[in-house]
């Protein structure tokens, strides 16, 4: 029996793998930050063996009530995951599964590996109407990508993965960037027409390929800088923010994943002094139409509000809200299954992840009209 992490996106430590039914791990922290939450790793040699694996410090990490009612996920072939049984007690997560096969891989919530992204970014670039830029360079040199996609006036922002491990919105990006470069969907011509569409489906790929929950290489937490990005320490931001102050921003979606929460919710832009209420309204409209096209969204369950003049401008919905007076939202995703629609065997999945992001275009149909 062997247990490795040593490939991207992989996070564990081993404390004891001498027999299959006594396995002791631990997650490790971010690369260079405190956050402790994401695991991923490969355990071999045991098919037909039932397996009991210990996570020793769940208890300590993050996000603790994440492992409320959570079941981590598992794949045999890295294409189709699945959920196994698991179990915490207030500090042990421990999760019981008897492997098909020799190899198995677990891991928080599906993950994306970078190679992934690139092969998405390739096969989007290559449809129609589609321009790929970078923007620049993370704190490891690896490429900011840019995808412009549509030629109309009204500037479109959508980006995803601030948070790395938050692995939801890159699945997220693959439905709906597909749809969206659709030549024979209807909805998605007629919306390239009216507006011009800025995605950036991974702003955190250093923080992807370490292993990390929640920050970059240089530990900064990405939904944190946005009121004063850095060069050395957030380029991922401030690479994306100088693109916005060149093209205008009239409608921004940024995608997360949240770990307590087993709803698809929206966190809008509340809070904000001098904001436009107008905009609220249209973030309603939006919710509304959003769970109308697809069920698995939800609006009763969500963050509380936040007062009027309480909104913290380092959070990008926030910042982009207020500099740009434009309908600014967060969807958030849950690592568990969907509490309002289950499904026991994959729970809340890649799959889903995608069909979600298919559905925000009726989403935003409903309220293009009224973005400017």
Not at 99 to 115: C, G, K, N, Q, R
Not at 327 to 342: G, R, V, Y
Request: with cysteine; hydrophobic share 40%.
């Amino acid at each position: 029996m062997k247990i490795s992490a040593a490939y991207d996106g992989g996070s564990i430590n081993v404390l004891s793998a001498q027999v299959p039914d006594a396995v002791r791990l631990a997650l490790r922290k971010d690369s260079a930050a405190d956050f402790l939450q994401w695991f991923n790793f490969r355990l071999t040699g045991v098919a037909g063996t039932p397996c009991v694996i210990t996570i020793t410090n769940a208890g300590d990490s993050s996000y603790p009530k994440g492992w409320e009612g959570y079941q981590a996920v598992a794949s045999d072939d890295l294409r189709h995951w699945f959920r196994v049984t698991t179990s915490y007690d207030g500090k042990n997560l421990v999760i019981r599964h008897t492997p098909t096969h020799d190899s198995i891989e677990f891991a928080y919530f599906a993950p994306y590996p970078h190679a992934r992204h690139r092969e998405l970014v390739a096969a989007i670039q290559a449809r129609p109407g589609v321009t790929a830029r970078i923007l620049g360079a993370t704190v490891e040199g690896r490429e900011m990508d840019l995808l412009e996609i549509g030629s109309g006036p009204l500037n479109l922002w959508f980006i995803g993965r601030q948070h790395p491990g938050e692995t939801q919105a890159s699945w997220w990006m693959e439905g709906f960037l597909r749809r969206l470069t659709d030549p024979d969907d209807a909805l998605a011509r007629s919306l390239r027409e009216r507006a011009t569409f800025n995605v950036v489906p991974h702003m955190n790929p250093d923080g992807g390929v370490l292993g990390n929950l929640r920050t970059n290489a240089a530990g900064a937490n990405l939904n944190r800088e946005w009121q004063e990005p850095s060069a050395e320490r957030s380029p991922e931001v401030f690479h994306v923010r100088a693109r916005m102050e060149q093209t205008g921003v009239d409608f921004l979606l940024d995608v997360h994943g949240d770990e307590g929460l087993p709803y698809n919710f929206i966190a809008g832009p509340q809070g904000i002094s001098g904001y436009d209420l107008r905009f609220l309204d249209l973030s309603d409209r939006f919710c509304a139409s959003y769970q109308h096209v697809n069920p698995d969204f939800q609006t009763e369950h969500g963050y509380p509000p936040v007062a009027v003049g309480k909104a913290d401008l380092r959070i990008c919905t926030k910042y982009v809200a207020s500099t740009f007076q434009c309908l600014a939202m967060t969807l958030e995703q849950p690592f568990k299954d969907s509490a309002i629609t289950p499904e026991p065997v994959a729970g809340w999945s890649p799959g889903r992840c995608a069909h979600l992001g298919a559905s925000v275009l009726d989403a935003l149909a409903a309220v293009i009209g009224d973005l400017r």
